[in-house]
């Protein structure tokens, strides 16, 4: 594995596109892969962009890729779309609307499938994300299904979280009530050009002093329109005065560290599910449940001693 790391760390496209199959797959070879590129990652600026289907997220994305392009930056996009029914793979929409970059070696974009994963966010999105990391990227843009109340995940990821919205759709409410509001360190009102532009901005900056008025950083709200090109430049300078505040407030530290702890508690919990389920096809174990059945064992009693069984392994020993 150590040969592959060395291409993706040169930026082998072919190696970083079948490294991220491997992921999305499951393949057995991906976790040595991903122990070898580790040493490489943490360098790459992870920016989540969130919002409702048809805020205009991939347009804006896609202008700011050509602007971080002219400024001689590397550019990744893990655009998690929702899994076709039909194939299981996602849905490519993301790509289609940034073709225009497909051409360029210092950009790449995958598109994911959420494959039932909770919060849109595919189960590998991080990994994927690492191996970008690995490739030496320089802003990685991570960009999910849609707005809900298990969206939440994303903070969990990025280190700056865009929240899109649009006028006249309502949207600010109902980020308000999911509590998308508080995990959102920016807002981008997409589509300027359409009325009601003033009062999303009111609402919004109403619902931020309730959310966020003792913090401090307060988000800002930027006014962008990604079929005009307007606001491209203010929003990746608000995106760039995030990341120096949580450089320079010590939350940058924080927020890694903290994401970092949070994922090796859910790779721990991930092998205990796969492990209980392969206890649950013992044929003991079925025999248990019929027990519970007829109320001979209580329930508490069985998944004692199986979790018994399971960390302690069959002869009584430490597995």
């Known amino acids: 594995m150590r040969e592959w790391a060395e291409r993706i760390r040169r930026g082998d496209r072919r190696k970083i596109a079948r490294a ?64 076709s029914p039909f194939t299981g793979g996602a849905l490519l929409g993301d790509r289609v ?54 969206e939440i995940e994303i903070m969990h990821m990025a280190d700056t979280v865009a929240l899109i919205l649009t006028p006249g759709s309502g ?3 109902q980020v308000f009530k999911a509590g998308i509001m508080e995990t959102a360190d920016l807002f981008v009102i997409n589509k300027a050009e359409l009325d009601g532009v003033r009062k999303l901005v009111r609402d919004v900056e109403e619902m931020l002093h309730l959310a966020k008025g003792n913090e401090d950083w307060m988000p800002p709200i930027v006014k962008a329109s990604s079929k005009e090109g307007l606001g ?64 001979e064992k209580a329930p508490h009693r069985v998944a004692r001693d199986w979790l018994d069984t399971l960390f302690r392994g069959e002869g009584g020993k430490e597995e």
């Open 171 to 173: 949207d600010a409410v």
């Open 20 to 83: 991220i199959s491997w992921i999305e797959n499951g393949d057995e070879r991906k976790e040595d892969l991903l122990e070898a590129i580790y040493p490489y990652t943490g360098n790459a600026y992870l920016v989540g962009v969130t919002g409702s289907p048809g805020a205009g997220k991939s347009s804006l994305v896609d202008r700011l890729i050509g602007l971080l392009r002219e400024e001689g930056m590397s550019v990744g996009v893990i655009a998690v779309d929702p899994t």
């Open 232 to 295: 491209i430049d203010q929003l990746w300078r608000e995106l760039g005065r995030h990341r120096d505040y949580l450089r320079h407030s010590g939350q940058w530290r924080i927020r890694r560290l903290s994401r970092l702890r949070r994922e090796v508690r859910e790779v721990m919990e991930g092998q205990l599910r796969r492990r209980l389920a392969e206890k649950m096809t013992d044929p003991a174990f079925l025999r248990d449940l019929d027990a519970v059945q007829s109320r």
């Open 97 to 150: 609307r940034m073709t225009r970059h497909a051409l360029d070696e210092k950009v790449f974009i995958r598109s994911m499938g959420t494959r039932g994963s909770l919060g849109g966010l595919a189960r590998a999105t991080k990994e994927a994300v690492r191996v970008l990391d690995a490739a030496g990227t320089d802003v990685v843009f991570i960009e999910t299904v849609g707005v809900g109340q298990s």
